[in-house]
């Protein structure tokens, strides 16, 4: 097994520093004999591996295509404005940014367009599910803006869209988010669009989670409705660790000026190059057959667990994401995550709505790229009960996890 699937580079590095090779391949080790649940991630391509493993790495580029502050960028150029039409048409946007380092630095790039230090912004509350640059006060978008947050309905887990519309006609915000790390419903975007026209406010779509999935034809898209929608590339749509922003012409400007030079500097040309190659394997039938099935996974894993007792928040999913209470079962959050870590099942806890306790947030992106079905899911519930029960001791469940995952190679030899 080669430890980057760019074999030259695997062969370079363990040859001089065989100290970095073996992390490497204790890694791919980890990832392909546990069980990855992870909602935020995913396996990218051997295709993806190689795009951030190429000499685009040594490039400076500051700037955009065509306008760049440093030489030698012609080659580049092509790149980037490859991956920017690709992206333009997988998602129907009229403009694409592919700078932004991350989902983070995509969002403080949207702020930065639209708002001033000071605004007032709705934003889904972090104990609903908000991300912590929906005004998290360890966070710049706390610090810098004037965060009110909405939540979710305590009987139904649902974004409680009257109090949306409530806090935005007391407040008047000027921006409000919608997006979510945890909700695992789909988001009503012309819903928010309706709210946002009616107090003034723009809309900001926060679809890191989901946007692999809108690539797929598989969840709603907000690109028809938010003024901005920001995103990662890593999530389900299974590229490389990084960012994205789509808007429509008039705010393309005031966007590019935003990434750079406001909040980055040289575009990692590398990365840009992989966000590319994720695209072009996005707009495949391929990928619209594997968005689907990580829907149906989700809702089989839903289905599971809630039948093993477990408290599944909105009692079910539309996504890829299941966020469950182990309460019921008589185990806290943190120590069910403890006994599955052990048990080489390898997932989050999340906050709860309306819960003081933690629970468990999975996701099944990464084991449907292995190819892992209803089938599979089925296994996963029982096993996961099992093991949060403390009925299945660790040793006897890592060899089951192990039995289960050594059928699924992520990146097969
Ligand atoms: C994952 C996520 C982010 C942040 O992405 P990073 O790449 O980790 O910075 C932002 N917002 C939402 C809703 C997310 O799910």
């Known amino acids: 097994m080669s430890v980057t699937h ?22 791919l080790d980890r ?28 490039k400076y580029a500051e700037g955009y295509p065509g306008a760049r502050h440093h030489g030698g960028c012609e080659i580049v150029d092509v790149a980037e404005r490859l991956a920017v039409d690709r992206a333009k048409t997988l998602f129907g946007a009229e403009h694409a940014n592919v700078q932004s380092h991350s989902g983070s630095s995509a969002v403080l790039a949207a702020y930065a367009t639209l708002l001033r230090p000071g605004d007032t912004v709705l934003a889904l509350g972090l104990p609903y599910g908000g991300h912590l640059t929906h005004g998290s006060p360890a966070n710049f978008s706390g610090r810098w803006f004037d965060f009110v947050p909405y939540g979710v309905d ?10 949306v519309r409530a806090l935005a006609r007391t407040h008047r915000p000027k921006a409000i988010v919608c997006g979510s790390i945890a909700y695992p419903r789909h988001i009503d975007y012309a819903f928010f669009r309706e709210v946002a026209d009616e107090v003034g406010a723009y809309l900001i779509a926060d679809a890191a989670h989901p946007i692999g999935l809108v690539a797929g034809g598989a969840a709603p898209s907000p690109v028809p409705y938010a003024d901005v929608v920001c995103a990662t590339t890593h999530k389900v749509l299974r590229g490389p660790r990084g960012g994205m922003i789509l808007c429509g012409s008039e ?6 000026r935003a990434v750079f030079p406001f909040t980055q ?30 829907v149906a996974n989700a809702r089989v894993l839903a289905a599971g667990l809630a039948d093993e007792g477990f408290a599944v928040t909105t009692g079910g999913t539309d ?4 966020t469950a209470d182990p309460a019921p079962l008589g ?8 006994r599955l870590a052990a048990a080489g099942m390898v997932l989050d806890c999340c906050a709860l709505p309306h819960a003081d306790t933690r629970g468990l947030r999975l996701g099944t992106a990464a084991v449907t790229t292995q190819g892992m079905a209803e ?34 190679p992520p990146y097969p030899a």
Do not use: W
């Open 331 to 338: 185990v806290e959050g943190r120590t069910a995550r403890g």
């Open 375 to 408: 089938k599979e899911m089925t296994r996963i519930a029982a096993l996961l009960a099992g093991v949060v029960r403390g009925e299945v001791e660790s040793a006897r469940a890592r060899e089951e996890v192990r039995d289960l995952v050594g059928g699924f």
């Open 265 to 294: 500097g040289g575009a990692q040309m590398h990365t840009i190059a992989a966000k590319a190659v994720a695209f072009g394997e996005a707009a495949t039938s391929a990928f619209t057959a594997y968005a689907r099935q990580v």
């Open 154 to 163: 305590a009987e139904t887990g649902l974004i409680d869209h009257d109090q």
């Open 251 to 256: 705010l393309a400007e005031r966007v590019d």
């Open 31 to 58: 990832q392909s004999s546990t069980l990855q649940l992870v909602a935020a991630e995913n396996f990218c391509s051997p295709a993806v591996l190689a795009a951030l493993g190429s000499p685009l790495a040594n």
């Open 319 to 322: 996504t890829h994401l299941v």
């Open 6 to 27: 760019a074999p030259q580079t695997a062969d370079v590095l363990a040859r001089q520093d065989p100290e970095l090779a073996e992390i490497l391949l204790g890694e």
